[in-house]
């Protein structure tokens, strides 16, 4: 079982649609959770950043992690055509410094 | 807002050749790290750097990679003897205490030819 699992897409909406997107982990010890948002030839930007279980909102974003699931998840409300570009989740434990990412999502958001 | 960045964007080598990588991290950050993407593959954890000595690193940092921060504001990535799978982006992260989110800069695409 891979440690961090998400699916690649590519995920197409209209404009102003929720989005959702998704990784599941294997790893009970990962403690700290990422979104990032990756746009083409740029590098990972932080979106979202939450320690533990919980849900955590900023602006159109909510982050919400399930440890009991090892499930976390990332909603876009109000989509828009500028959200378009690759989320990738990261993750890692109390005691780590490296990040475990996912594969990432392509998204796109069509006007 | 204060950024990482990283120099060159783009680096063409031939195999065998060494190659420096170079960053500049957020000014008051302490930890620093890299990480590579293969091209349609995961982002993957290199090496983490604290207080001047590596503090972590993964199976794919072996003896061909090195890290320096040879000054107060520069972090660098040493490849001595470039192979063709080392062909990738190479991301600069950095954070200001452990446990902290880490922002990354752009990236250094690497090719070996």
């Known amino acids: 079982q891979k440690e961090v699992e998400q699916d690649p897409g590519p995920l197409s909406v209209p404009e102003g649609a929720i989005v959702s997107l998704n990784c599941t982990y294997s790893n009970s010890a990962f403690q700290y959770f990422m979104w990032y948002r990756q746009y083409s030839r740029k590098g990972p930007e932080l979106l979202m950043y939450?320690?533990?279980?919980g849900n955590k909102e900023d602006g159109r974003f909510t982050a919400q992690v399930d440890k009991s699931s090892k499930y976390i998840s990332l909603f876009i409300r109000d989509s828009q055509p500028s959200d378009s570009a690759t989320y990738l989740c990261?993750?890692?434990?109390?005691?780590?410094?490296?990040?475990?990412f996912g594969q990432g999502t392509r998204l796109t958001i069509n006007p | 807002e204060p950024e990482v960045t990283q120099t060159p964007s783009h680096q063409v080598t031939q195999m065998g050749q060494e190659v420096i990588l170079r960053c500049v991290p957020i000014s008051n950050h302490l930890y620093f790290y890299w990480y590579r993407q293969i091209l349609g593959q995961k982002v993957e954890f290199l090496v983490s750097?604290?207080?001047?000595?590596?503090?972590?690193k993964s199976e794919i940092f072996d003896d061909q990679f090195s890290v320096e921060r040879p000054d107060g504001s520069n972090f660098t990535l040493k490849i001595r003897s470039t192979k063709l799978e080392d062909s990738a982006m190479y991301f600069c992260a950095s954070s200001d205490r452990f446990n902290q989110p880490q922002h990354f800069g752009d990236g250094t695409r690497l090719s070996i030819l």
């Open positions: 990261a993750m890692k434990g109390q005691g780590a410094q490296k990040l475990v």
């Open positions: 750097f604290y207080n001047n000595e590596i503090s972590e």
């Open positions: 939450t320690y533990s279980s």
